[in-house]
Protein backbone atom coordinates (compact mmCIF):
# COMPACT_ATOMS: atom_id res chain seq x y z
CA UNK A 1 0.00 0.00 0.00
CA UNK A 2 1.49 3.64 -1.26
CA UNK A 3 -0.72 6.52 -0.17
CA UNK A 4 -0.13 9.44 -2.68
CA UNK A 5 -0.70 12.90 -1.48
CA UNK A 6 -0.90 16.04 -3.88
CA UNK A 7 0.07 19.94 -2.96
CA UNK A 8 0.82 22.83 -4.55
CA UNK A 9 3.88 24.79 -2.94
CA UNK A 10 2.94 27.75 -0.67
CA UNK A 11 5.11 30.91 -1.74
CA UNK A 12 5.35 31.35 2.60
CA UNK A 13 7.20 27.69 1.99
CA UNK A 14 9.95 29.34 0.00
CA UNK A 15 13.06 31.07 1.21
CA UNK A 16 15.24 33.54 -0.36
CA UNK A 17 17.70 30.78 -2.09
CA UNK A 18 13.79 30.30 -4.68
CA UNK A 19 13.04 27.02 -3.15
CA UNK A 20 11.13 25.43 -0.59
CA UNK A 21 13.13 25.58 3.01
CA UNK A 22 14.26 22.49 3.75
CA UNK A 23 12.46 21.90 6.89
CA UNK A 24 9.06 22.40 5.28
CA UNK A 25 9.56 18.69 3.34
CA UNK A 26 8.92 17.48 7.01
CA UNK A 27 5.33 18.97 7.44
CA UNK A 28 4.52 17.22 3.86
CA UNK A 29 5.42 14.43 5.43
CA UNK A 30 3.38 14.97 8.32
CA UNK A 31 0.58 15.21 5.49
CA UNK A 32 1.11 12.41 4.03
CA UNK A 33 0.84 10.29 6.73
CA UNK A 34 -2.16 11.88 7.94
CA UNK A 35 -3.78 10.92 4.94
CA UNK A 36 -2.06 7.41 4.97
CA UNK A 37 -3.51 6.72 8.20
CA UNK A 38 -7.02 7.95 6.90
CA UNK A 39 -6.60 5.71 3.79
CA UNK A 40 -6.52 3.00 6.29
CA UNK A 41 -9.75 3.96 8.45
CA UNK A 42 -8.83 5.82 11.26
CA UNK A 43 -8.04 9.54 11.50
CA UNK A 44 -4.80 10.65 13.75
CA UNK A 45 -7.40 13.16 15.03
CA UNK A 46 -9.27 10.22 16.19
CA UNK A 47 -6.52 8.52 17.62
CA UNK A 48 -5.32 12.01 19.79
CA UNK A 49 -8.59 11.53 21.27
CA UNK A 50 -8.44 8.62 22.54
CA UNK A 51 -5.48 9.93 24.25
CA UNK A 52 -2.69 8.08 21.70
CA UNK A 53 0.06 9.97 20.10
CA UNK A 54 2.68 9.51 17.07
CA UNK A 55 5.38 11.57 18.57
CA UNK A 56 8.51 11.90 15.38
CA UNK A 57 11.31 9.81 17.00
CA UNK A 58 13.75 10.14 14.57
CA UNK A 59 13.99 11.36 10.96
CA UNK A 60 16.43 10.86 7.87
CA UNK A 61 15.82 13.04 4.81
CA UNK A 62 17.65 13.04 2.06
CA UNK A 63 17.31 16.53 -0.55
CA UNK A 64 17.90 15.78 -4.30
CA UNK A 65 16.61 18.74 -5.68
CA UNK A 66 14.35 21.57 -4.90
CA UNK A 67 10.49 22.60 -4.87
CA UNK A 68 9.97 25.70 -6.13
CA UNK A 69 7.25 28.44 -5.53
CA UNK A 70 3.78 26.64 -7.00
CA UNK A 71 4.85 23.71 -8.43
CA UNK A 72 2.53 20.44 -8.28
CA UNK A 73 4.16 17.99 -5.62
CA UNK A 74 3.20 14.41 -4.67
CA UNK A 75 3.74 13.07 -1.62
CA UNK A 76 4.10 9.47 -1.93
CA UNK A 77 3.63 8.05 1.96
CA UNK A 78 4.26 4.07 2.59
CA UNK A 79 4.24 2.34 6.44
CA UNK A 80 7.22 0.00 6.40
CA UNK A 81 7.44 -0.83 9.65
CA UNK A 82 4.80 -1.69 12.68
CA UNK A 83 6.51 -2.78 16.28
CA UNK A 84 4.51 -2.80 19.55
CA UNK A 85 5.63 0.91 20.19
CA UNK A 86 7.10 2.21 16.90
CA UNK A 87 5.68 2.59 13.90
CA UNK A 88 7.96 3.57 10.73
CA UNK A 89 6.81 5.69 7.51
CA UNK A 90 8.49 5.97 4.15
CA UNK A 91 8.02 8.91 1.89
CA UNK A 92 9.26 9.95 -1.87
CA UNK A 93 8.35 14.06 -2.54
CA UNK A 94 8.66 14.60 -6.41
CA UNK A 95 7.76 17.25 -8.47
CA UNK A 96 4.87 17.06 -10.78
CA UNK A 97 5.31 18.17 -14.56
CA UNK A 98 2.19 19.13 -16.53
CA UNK A 99 2.83 15.82 -18.47
CA UNK A 100 2.79 12.78 -16.53
CA UNK A 101 6.95 13.21 -15.73
CA UNK A 102 8.40 13.27 -12.25
CA UNK A 103 11.58 14.12 -10.55
CA UNK A 104 12.74 13.24 -7.26
CA UNK A 105 12.80 15.98 -5.52
CA UNK A 106 13.42 14.03 -1.30
CA UNK A 107 13.21 11.12 0.38
CA UNK A 108 13.01 10.16 3.73
CA UNK A 109 12.44 7.88 6.90
CA UNK A 110 10.54 8.64 9.86
CA UNK A 111 10.12 6.83 13.07
CA UNK A 112 7.83 7.28 15.40
CA UNK A 113 7.13 6.31 18.65
CA UNK A 114 3.66 5.80 20.08
CA UNK A 115 2.74 8.14 23.87
CA UNK A 116 0.09 8.53 26.10
CA UNK A 117 -1.12 11.50 27.14
CA UNK A 118 1.48 12.53 29.36
CA UNK A 119 4.24 11.74 26.73
CA UNK A 120 5.49 8.63 27.42
CA UNK A 121 6.02 5.63 25.20
CA UNK A 122 3.08 3.00 25.67
CA UNK A 123 2.14 -0.04 23.26
CA UNK A 124 -0.07 0.84 20.52
CA UNK A 125 -3.42 -0.51 21.58
CA UNK A 126 -4.30 -3.65 19.80
CA UNK A 127 -7.00 -1.86 17.37
CA UNK A 128 -4.53 0.51 15.97
CA UNK A 129 -2.25 -2.10 15.76
CA UNK A 130 -4.14 -4.07 13.98
CA UNK A 131 -4.93 -1.55 11.18
CA UNK A 132 -1.40 -0.04 11.16
CA UNK A 133 -0.25 -4.22 10.35
CA UNK A 134 -2.61 -4.26 7.69
CA UNK A 135 -0.84 -1.01 5.92
CA UNK A 136 2.32 -2.28 5.79
CA UNK A 137 4.56 -2.72 2.62
CA UNK A 138 7.89 -4.48 2.40
CA UNK A 139 10.66 -1.59 2.36
CA UNK B 1 6.82 51.70 29.60
CA UNK B 2 8.04 50.07 26.73
CA UNK B 3 9.93 47.03 26.13
CA UNK B 4 12.07 46.23 23.42
CA UNK B 5 13.23 42.66 22.04
CA UNK B 6 15.99 41.86 20.23
CA UNK B 7 16.35 39.82 17.91
CA UNK B 8 17.63 38.18 14.41
CA UNK B 9 16.47 37.29 11.12
CA UNK B 10 16.33 33.65 10.53
CA UNK B 11 17.34 32.07 7.12
CA UNK B 12 13.93 30.26 7.49
CA UNK B 13 12.00 33.31 8.00
CA UNK B 14 12.85 34.76 4.45
CA UNK B 15 10.78 34.23 1.48
CA UNK B 16 11.80 33.98 -2.20
CA UNK B 17 11.39 38.34 -2.42
CA UNK B 18 14.79 37.97 -0.57
CA UNK B 19 12.82 40.04 2.41
CA UNK B 20 10.73 38.61 5.32
CA UNK B 21 7.45 36.62 5.15
CA UNK B 22 4.65 38.82 6.06
CA UNK B 23 3.54 36.54 8.37
CA UNK B 24 6.17 36.13 10.47
CA UNK B 25 5.81 39.94 11.54
CA UNK B 26 3.05 38.45 13.81
CA UNK B 27 5.59 35.99 15.53
CA UNK B 28 7.77 38.89 16.46
CA UNK B 29 4.80 40.91 17.71
CA UNK B 30 4.02 37.36 20.15
CA UNK B 31 7.84 36.97 21.37
CA UNK B 32 7.95 40.62 22.02
CA UNK B 33 5.02 40.05 23.82
CA UNK B 34 6.37 37.75 25.92
CA UNK B 35 9.03 39.18 26.83
CA UNK B 36 6.50 42.35 28.11
CA UNK B 37 4.39 40.27 30.30
CA UNK B 38 7.68 38.60 31.84
CA UNK B 39 8.95 42.25 32.23
CA UNK B 40 5.77 42.61 34.30
CA UNK B 41 6.45 39.92 36.53
CA UNK B 42 4.34 37.43 35.42
CA UNK B 43 5.92 34.68 32.46
CA UNK B 44 2.62 33.88 30.67
CA UNK B 45 3.10 30.41 30.49
CA UNK B 46 2.54 31.14 34.17
CA UNK B 47 -0.90 32.55 33.32
CA UNK B 48 -1.27 29.41 31.04
CA UNK B 49 -0.51 27.16 33.36
CA UNK B 50 -3.57 28.80 35.25
CA UNK B 51 -5.82 28.08 33.21
CA UNK B 52 -6.19 31.80 31.29
CA UNK B 53 -5.14 32.47 27.98
CA UNK B 54 -4.78 35.33 25.69
CA UNK B 55 -6.22 34.64 22.16
CA UNK B 56 -5.25 37.14 19.26
CA UNK B 57 -8.95 38.70 18.33
CA UNK B 58 -7.81 41.25 16.38
CA UNK B 59 -4.58 42.75 14.22
CA UNK B 60 -3.85 44.92 12.17
CA UNK B 61 -0.32 44.96 10.84
CA UNK B 62 1.30 48.07 8.49
CA UNK B 63 4.41 46.62 6.47
CA UNK B 64 6.32 49.72 5.81
CA UNK B 65 9.78 47.70 4.43
CA UNK B 66 11.21 44.33 4.32
CA UNK B 67 14.01 42.62 6.36
CA UNK B 68 16.70 40.52 5.31
CA UNK B 69 18.27 37.75 6.44
CA UNK B 70 20.75 38.23 9.58
CA UNK B 71 19.41 41.78 10.19
CA UNK B 72 19.20 42.85 13.50
CA UNK B 73 15.56 43.40 14.30
CA UNK B 74 14.24 45.65 17.56
CA UNK B 75 10.58 44.66 18.86
CA UNK B 76 9.16 47.29 20.82
CA UNK B 77 6.30 46.52 22.55
CA UNK B 78 3.96 48.71 24.13
CA UNK B 79 0.34 48.04 26.30
CA UNK B 80 -1.67 50.54 25.12
CA UNK B 81 -5.32 49.14 26.35
CA UNK B 82 -6.33 46.84 29.21
CA UNK B 83 -9.94 46.49 29.28
CA UNK B 84 -12.10 43.46 32.20
CA UNK B 85 -11.50 40.72 28.87
CA UNK B 86 -9.65 42.46 26.67
CA UNK B 87 -5.79 43.55 26.49
CA UNK B 88 -4.66 45.69 23.22
CA UNK B 89 -0.35 46.31 22.48
CA UNK B 90 0.81 48.55 19.60
CA UNK B 91 4.30 47.37 17.90
CA UNK B 92 7.05 48.74 16.03
CA UNK B 93 9.87 46.67 14.56
CA UNK B 94 12.72 48.13 13.10
CA UNK B 95 16.28 47.70 11.87
CA UNK B 96 19.05 48.19 13.67
CA UNK B 97 22.47 49.24 11.90
CA UNK B 98 25.56 49.08 12.91
CA UNK B 99 25.60 52.42 14.37
CA UNK B 100 22.70 53.91 16.58
CA UNK B 101 20.52 54.29 13.49
CA UNK B 102 17.64 52.60 13.17
CA UNK B 103 14.74 51.94 10.28
CA UNK B 104 11.00 51.57 10.65
CA UNK B 105 10.16 48.42 9.16
CA UNK B 106 6.91 47.37 10.20
CA UNK B 107 4.11 48.83 12.86
CA UNK B 108 1.34 46.64 14.01
CA UNK B 109 -2.07 47.13 16.76
CA UNK B 110 -2.80 43.67 18.36
CA UNK B 111 -6.07 42.69 20.50
CA UNK B 112 -6.04 39.75 22.27
CA UNK B 113 -9.16 38.36 24.49
CA UNK B 114 -8.74 36.88 27.86
CA UNK B 115 -10.55 33.18 27.33
CA UNK B 116 -10.27 30.46 29.89
CA UNK B 117 -9.37 26.52 28.99
CA UNK B 118 -12.27 26.05 26.89
CA UNK B 119 -11.87 29.17 24.77
CA UNK B 120 -14.57 31.29 26.30
CA UNK B 121 -14.15 34.41 26.96
CA UNK B 122 -13.41 35.31 30.66
CA UNK B 123 -12.79 38.35 32.90
CA UNK B 124 -9.15 38.60 34.12
CA UNK B 125 -8.71 37.82 36.95
CA UNK B 126 -8.00 40.33 39.28
CA UNK B 127 -4.24 40.16 40.57
CA UNK B 128 -3.48 39.78 36.45
CA UNK B 129 -5.65 42.66 36.04
CA UNK B 130 -3.60 45.18 37.96
CA UNK B 131 -0.20 43.56 37.18
CA UNK B 132 -1.20 44.63 33.48
CA UNK B 133 -3.01 47.99 34.85
CA UNK B 134 0.77 48.64 35.66
CA UNK B 135 2.39 48.61 32.22
CA UNK B 136 -0.34 50.62 30.14
CA UNK B 137 0.92 53.76 28.42
CA UNK B 138 -0.71 56.14 26.35
CA UNK B 139 -1.12 54.99 22.94
CA UNK C 1 -16.22 37.19 -8.52
CA UNK C 2 -15.38 35.34 -5.37
CA UNK C 3 -13.10 32.49 -5.41
CA UNK C 4 -12.71 29.57 -3.15
CA UNK C 5 -9.86 27.21 -2.02
CA UNK C 6 -10.23 24.31 0.10
CA UNK C 7 -7.39 23.10 2.31
CA UNK C 8 -7.15 20.94 5.46
CA UNK C 9 -5.61 21.99 8.59
CA UNK C 10 -1.93 20.50 9.02
CA UNK C 11 -0.86 19.30 12.29
CA UNK C 12 2.21 21.83 11.93
CA UNK C 13 -0.32 24.90 11.95
CA UNK C 14 -1.75 23.76 15.43
CA UNK C 15 -0.22 25.58 18.69
CA UNK C 16 -0.51 24.46 22.31
CA UNK C 17 -3.81 25.83 22.77
CA UNK C 18 -5.19 23.43 20.05
CA UNK C 19 -5.86 25.69 17.53
CA UNK C 20 -4.09 27.17 14.96
CA UNK C 21 -1.40 29.71 15.23
CA UNK C 22 -2.61 33.10 14.26
CA UNK C 23 -0.10 34.06 11.87
CA UNK C 24 -0.86 30.93 9.52
CA UNK C 25 -4.34 32.54 8.39
CA UNK C 26 -2.19 34.87 6.42
CA UNK C 27 -0.55 32.14 4.62
CA UNK C 28 -4.08 30.87 3.90
CA UNK C 29 -4.77 33.64 2.64
CA UNK C 30 -1.71 34.18 0.32
CA UNK C 31 -3.07 30.68 -0.83
CA UNK C 32 -6.54 32.01 -1.96
CA UNK C 33 -5.04 35.25 -3.63
CA UNK C 34 -2.90 33.09 -5.34
CA UNK C 35 -5.32 30.54 -6.39
CA UNK C 36 -7.74 33.71 -7.37
CA UNK C 37 -4.93 35.22 -9.65
CA UNK C 38 -4.66 31.77 -11.18
CA UNK C 39 -8.18 31.72 -12.38
CA UNK C 40 -8.10 35.59 -13.54
CA UNK C 41 -5.46 33.78 -16.30
CA UNK C 42 -2.20 34.71 -15.04
CA UNK C 43 -0.46 32.79 -12.39
CA UNK C 44 1.59 34.67 -9.88
CA UNK C 45 4.47 32.53 -10.81
CA UNK C 46 4.10 34.63 -14.05
CA UNK C 47 4.32 37.92 -12.78
CA UNK C 48 7.12 37.56 -10.95
CA UNK C 49 8.95 36.06 -13.82
CA UNK C 50 7.69 39.33 -15.59
CA UNK C 51 9.66 41.11 -13.05
CA UNK C 52 6.22 42.28 -10.97
CA UNK C 53 5.72 42.09 -7.60
CA UNK C 54 2.96 42.40 -4.92
CA UNK C 55 4.24 42.66 -1.79
CA UNK C 56 2.13 43.26 1.28
CA UNK C 57 1.57 46.31 2.77
CA UNK C 58 -1.30 46.28 4.81
CA UNK C 59 -3.31 43.65 6.36
CA UNK C 60 -6.06 43.54 8.74
CA UNK C 61 -7.54 40.37 10.63
CA UNK C 62 -10.61 39.76 12.67
CA UNK C 63 -10.42 36.22 14.45
CA UNK C 64 -14.34 34.93 14.86
CA UNK C 65 -13.23 30.86 15.96
CA UNK C 66 -9.95 28.85 15.89
CA UNK C 67 -9.23 26.31 13.34
CA UNK C 68 -8.43 22.78 14.42
CA UNK C 69 -6.31 19.89 13.33
CA UNK C 70 -7.36 18.01 10.46
CA UNK C 71 -10.72 20.71 10.15
CA UNK C 72 -11.79 21.42 6.42
CA UNK C 73 -11.61 25.07 5.45
CA UNK C 74 -12.57 26.95 2.81
CA UNK C 75 -11.05 30.44 2.16
CA UNK C 76 -13.07 33.04 -0.19
CA UNK C 77 -10.79 35.61 -2.18
CA UNK C 78 -12.82 38.49 -3.59
CA UNK C 79 -10.75 41.13 -4.82
CA UNK C 80 -12.46 44.67 -4.08
CA UNK C 81 -9.94 47.49 -5.39
CA UNK C 82 -7.69 47.71 -8.42
CA UNK C 83 -5.76 51.09 -8.30
CA UNK C 84 -2.41 52.11 -10.03
CA UNK C 85 0.23 50.53 -7.73
CA UNK C 86 -2.22 48.87 -5.16
CA UNK C 87 -4.27 45.96 -5.63
CA UNK C 88 -6.82 45.00 -2.06
CA UNK C 89 -8.01 41.37 -1.32
CA UNK C 90 -10.53 40.73 1.28
CA UNK C 91 -11.37 37.21 2.80
CA UNK C 92 -13.56 35.00 5.18
CA UNK C 93 -12.21 31.94 6.08
CA UNK C 94 -14.54 29.51 7.10
CA UNK C 95 -14.46 25.96 8.88
CA UNK C 96 -16.66 23.12 7.15
CA UNK C 97 -18.52 20.84 8.28
CA UNK C 98 -19.79 17.36 7.30
CA UNK C 99 -22.81 19.12 5.79
CA UNK C 100 -22.88 22.16 4.18
CA UNK C 101 -22.95 24.24 7.22
CA UNK C 102 -20.15 26.51 7.84
CA UNK C 103 -18.70 28.74 10.58
CA UNK C 104 -16.36 31.31 9.98
CA UNK C 105 -13.39 31.72 11.35
CA UNK C 106 -11.80 35.18 9.96
CA UNK C 107 -12.16 37.63 8.13
CA UNK C 108 -9.32 39.85 6.77
CA UNK C 109 -8.15 42.56 4.08
CA UNK C 110 -4.96 42.84 2.67
CA UNK C 111 -3.52 45.52 0.43
CA UNK C 112 -0.60 44.63 -1.24
CA UNK C 113 1.68 47.33 -3.51
CA UNK C 114 2.78 46.60 -7.21
CA UNK C 115 7.06 47.00 -7.13
CA UNK C 116 9.74 46.16 -9.60
CA UNK C 117 12.18 43.63 -8.97
CA UNK C 118 14.23 45.81 -6.59
CA UNK C 119 11.21 46.58 -4.24
CA UNK C 120 10.52 50.48 -5.23
CA UNK C 121 6.43 50.63 -5.68
CA UNK C 122 6.10 50.75 -9.52
CA UNK C 123 2.60 50.66 -11.57
CA UNK C 124 0.58 47.67 -12.28
CA UNK C 125 1.77 46.90 -16.27
CA UNK C 126 -1.47 47.61 -18.41
CA UNK C 127 -2.48 44.14 -19.50
CA UNK C 128 -2.12 42.99 -15.92
CA UNK C 129 -4.10 46.15 -14.84
CA UNK C 130 -6.98 45.31 -17.64
CA UNK C 131 -7.20 41.58 -16.32
CA UNK C 132 -7.11 42.41 -12.44
CA UNK C 133 -9.80 45.15 -12.99
CA UNK C 134 -12.19 42.30 -14.84
CA UNK C 135 -11.86 40.75 -11.02
CA UNK C 136 -13.12 43.60 -9.14
CA UNK C 137 -16.20 43.29 -7.01
CA UNK C 138 -18.27 45.13 -4.71
CA UNK C 139 -16.91 45.34 -0.86
CA UNK D 1 35.30 24.28 18.03
CA UNK D 2 31.81 24.28 19.23
CA UNK D 3 29.72 27.19 19.23
CA UNK D 4 26.55 27.40 21.62
CA UNK D 5 23.69 29.77 20.25
CA UNK D 6 21.12 30.34 23.13
CA UNK D 7 17.44 30.90 22.50
CA UNK D 8 13.92 30.86 23.70
CA UNK D 9 11.31 28.56 22.49
CA UNK D 10 8.60 30.76 20.46
CA UNK D 11 4.66 30.03 21.28
CA UNK D 12 4.61 30.10 17.60
CA UNK D 13 7.09 26.90 17.21
CA UNK D 14 4.28 24.72 19.77
CA UNK D 15 1.95 22.01 18.04
CA UNK D 16 -1.15 20.94 20.04
CA UNK D 17 1.09 17.93 22.03
CA UNK D 18 2.29 21.08 23.92
CA UNK D 19 5.43 20.57 22.48
CA UNK D 20 8.32 21.91 19.79
CA UNK D 21 6.71 20.58 16.34
CA UNK D 22 9.43 18.33 15.12
CA UNK D 23 10.22 20.55 11.91
CA UNK D 24 11.78 23.50 13.80
CA UNK D 25 14.70 21.99 15.46
CA UNK D 26 16.26 22.20 11.70
CA UNK D 27 15.62 25.97 11.69
CA UNK D 28 17.48 26.21 15.37
CA UNK D 29 20.03 24.29 13.61
CA UNK D 30 20.42 26.94 10.97
CA UNK D 31 20.37 29.51 13.81
CA UNK D 32 23.31 27.63 15.02
CA UNK D 33 24.81 27.01 12.10
CA UNK D 34 25.05 30.49 11.06
CA UNK D 35 26.14 31.74 14.55
CA UNK D 36 28.80 28.98 14.04
CA UNK D 37 30.07 30.33 10.67
CA UNK D 38 30.12 34.15 11.72
CA UNK D 39 32.15 32.90 14.65
CA UNK D 40 34.39 31.53 12.21
CA UNK D 41 35.12 34.86 10.77
CA UNK D 42 32.49 34.87 7.54
CA UNK D 43 28.84 35.75 7.88
CA UNK D 44 26.57 33.56 5.89
CA UNK D 45 25.11 36.52 4.11
CA UNK D 46 28.46 37.64 2.57
CA UNK D 47 29.17 34.37 1.25
CA UNK D 48 25.75 34.10 -0.46
CA UNK D 49 26.13 38.15 -1.30
CA UNK D 50 29.82 36.20 -3.00
CA UNK D 51 27.11 33.90 -5.11
CA UNK D 52 28.48 30.62 -3.12
CA UNK D 53 25.49 28.84 -1.35
CA UNK D 54 25.58 26.05 1.12
CA UNK D 55 22.14 23.57 0.59
CA UNK D 56 21.01 21.11 3.11
CA UNK D 57 21.83 17.93 1.22
CA UNK D 58 21.31 15.32 4.02
CA UNK D 59 19.76 15.82 7.31
CA UNK D 60 19.50 12.90 9.99
CA UNK D 61 17.95 13.78 13.38
CA UNK D 62 17.29 11.82 16.60
CA UNK D 63 14.74 13.43 18.87
CA UNK D 64 14.98 12.30 23.13
CA UNK D 65 12.51 14.64 24.34
CA UNK D 66 10.47 17.51 23.36
CA UNK D 67 11.13 21.16 23.96
CA UNK D 68 8.36 23.53 25.89
CA UNK D 69 7.07 26.97 25.57
CA UNK D 70 9.67 29.90 26.99
CA UNK D 71 12.29 26.61 27.73
CA UNK D 72 15.64 28.38 27.82
CA UNK D 73 17.52 26.73 24.44
CA UNK D 74 21.26 25.98 24.07
CA UNK D 75 21.93 24.99 20.37
CA UNK D 76 25.78 23.13 20.22
CA UNK D 77 26.89 23.25 16.67
CA UNK D 78 30.11 21.07 16.03
CA UNK D 79 31.84 21.37 12.12
CA UNK D 80 32.82 17.59 11.67
CA UNK D 81 33.53 17.34 7.86
CA UNK D 82 34.86 19.56 5.21
CA UNK D 83 35.20 18.18 1.34
CA UNK D 84 35.61 20.16 -1.44
CA UNK D 85 31.95 20.63 -2.27
CA UNK D 86 30.44 19.36 1.31
CA UNK D 87 30.23 20.32 4.53
CA UNK D 88 28.81 18.33 7.49
CA UNK D 89 27.75 19.46 10.94
CA UNK D 90 26.54 18.28 14.13
CA UNK D 91 24.10 19.44 16.66
CA UNK D 92 22.97 18.83 20.44
CA UNK D 93 20.01 20.48 21.33
CA UNK D 94 19.41 21.03 25.40
CA UNK D 95 16.78 22.20 27.46
CA UNK D 96 18.45 24.66 29.96
CA UNK D 97 17.26 24.97 33.79
CA UNK D 98 17.50 27.81 36.02
CA UNK D 99 20.40 25.76 37.80
CA UNK D 100 23.53 24.61 35.08
CA UNK D 101 21.70 21.05 34.95
CA UNK D 102 20.64 20.46 30.86
CA UNK D 103 18.56 17.90 29.31
CA UNK D 104 19.42 16.41 25.76
CA UNK D 105 15.97 17.28 23.45
CA UNK D 106 18.03 16.76 20.09
CA UNK D 107 21.06 15.71 18.35
CA UNK D 108 21.38 16.21 14.46
CA UNK D 109 23.35 15.65 11.47
CA UNK D 110 23.46 18.05 8.79
CA UNK D 111 25.19 17.44 5.51
CA UNK D 112 25.36 20.62 3.22
CA UNK D 113 26.09 20.80 -0.51
CA UNK D 114 28.05 23.88 -1.79
CA UNK D 115 25.95 25.55 -4.97
CA UNK D 116 26.48 28.39 -7.32
CA UNK D 117 23.75 31.07 -7.85
CA UNK D 118 22.36 28.54 -10.48
CA UNK D 119 22.17 25.95 -7.65
CA UNK D 120 24.89 23.46 -9.59
CA UNK D 121 27.25 21.76 -7.05
CA UNK D 122 30.56 23.33 -7.13
CA UNK D 123 33.69 23.48 -5.29
CA UNK D 124 34.14 25.96 -2.04
CA UNK D 125 36.71 28.77 -2.93
CA UNK D 126 39.90 27.75 -1.65
CA UNK D 127 39.75 31.25 1.14
CA UNK D 128 36.23 29.85 2.08
CA UNK D 129 37.47 26.44 2.47
CA UNK D 130 40.86 27.39 4.41
CA UNK D 131 38.22 29.58 7.06
CA UNK D 132 35.75 26.23 7.31
CA UNK D 133 39.20 24.04 7.67
CA UNK D 134 39.88 25.97 10.84
CA UNK D 135 36.59 24.94 12.35
CA UNK D 136 36.59 21.45 11.95
CA UNK D 137 36.88 19.33 15.46
CA UNK D 138 36.91 15.54 15.21
CA UNK D 139 33.58 13.74 15.43
Chains 1, 2, 3, 4 share one sequence.
Do not use: K, N
Not at 44 to 72: F, K, N, P, S
Not at 73 to 96: K, N, P, Q
Request: proline letters at 3%; one cysteine or more.
Amino acid sequence: MRHVTELQVRYAETDQMGVVYHAHYLVWCEVGRTDFIRALGMPYAEMERQGIRLAVADATVRYHAGARYDDRIAVETRLVDVRSRMVTFAYRILRRFDEDATELLVSARIALVCTGREGRPASLPPSWRALLDRGVSAD
